[in-house]
T-cell receptor, first 116, second 111 residues
Framework: DGGITQSPKYLFRKEGQNVTLSCEQN?????MYWYRQDPGQGLRLIYY???????QKGDIAEGYSVSREKKESFPLTVTSAQKNPTAFYLC???????????????FGSGTRLTVV | SQQGEEDPQALSIQEGENATMNCSYK?????LQWYRQNSGRGLVHLIL?????REKHSGRLRVTLDTSKKSSSLLITASRAADTASYFC???????????FGQGTRLTINP
């Protein structure tokens, strides 16, 4: 079955550490996205990528970095520069064909990151 | 930046009743989408309505879109306990290929 997989489900980070969240999709989607969700809040866009080897900052990119070396993979690194990283992180993908073939995002099940 | 805003923030109804949630947004859009999120899980795409459509149905879901008022509504008919979740509207912008999500409506269906 096609889908999008995030790992790990839970992640604990010590102060000053960088951590990387994995996101893999086998939907053959060109576009991939990372969102952050804080308790009781909506989603805020961190980074997105519409094609391999290219990505753009979203609304809250500071303290985060990404890479897009393969179509299937879009890992997110939470750096030590991110002062308040405790949150629920969601990865999504979509076709980049806008028009009748576009049907919205497919989301992963999320990674809950906690600073300890 | 443009953002959908859902109303109400929380809604509690009895099983079998209809649930209506509203979404307002600020700028022109290509389409508006509704997603459901169960507690601690990822979002699931429910329905997409394009800017040239006024109403769309999918099973027990009915979505309307009024581009003149920049608003949309999601109606869930004959609610079930399994409909308990948070519901988010999401909008794109003309020429933009990224979605902006609202704060969500937390829906509780009481048995």
């Amino acid at each position: 079955d096609g889908g999008i997989t995030q790992s790990p489900k839970y992640l604990f980070r010590k102060e000053g550490q960088n951590v990387t969240l994995s996101c893999e999709q086998n939907l053959n989607h060109d576009a991939m996205y990372w969102y952050r969700q804080d308790p009781g809040q909506g989603l805020r866009l961190i980074y997105y990528s519409q094609i391999v080897n290219d990505f753009q900052k979203g609304d809250i990119a500071e303290g985060y970095s990404v890479s897009r070396e393969k179509k299937e993979s879009f890992p997110l690194t939470v750096t030590s520069a991110q002062k308040n990283p405790t949150a629920f992180y969601l990865c999504a993908s979509s076709t980049s064909e806008w028009g009748q073939r576009y049907y919205g995002y497919t989301f992963g099940s999320g990674t809950r990151l906690t600073v300890v | 930046s443009q953002q959908g805003e859902e109303d109400p923030q929380a809604l509690s109804i009895q099983e079998g009743e209809n649930a209506t949630m509203n979404c307002s947004y600020k700028t022109s859009i290509n389409n508006l989408q509704w997603y459901r999120q169960n507690s601690g899980r990822g979002l699931v795409h429910l329905i997409l309505i394009r800017s040239n459509e006024r109403e769309k149905h999918s099973g027990r879901l009915r979505v309307t879109l009024d581009t003149s008022k920049k608003s949309s509504s999601l109606l869930i008919t004959a609610s079930r306990a399994a409909d308990t979740a948070s519901y988010f509207c999401a909008t794109d912008g003309k020429g933009a290929q990224k979605l902006v999500f609202g704060q969500g409506t937390r829906l509780t269906i009481n048995p």
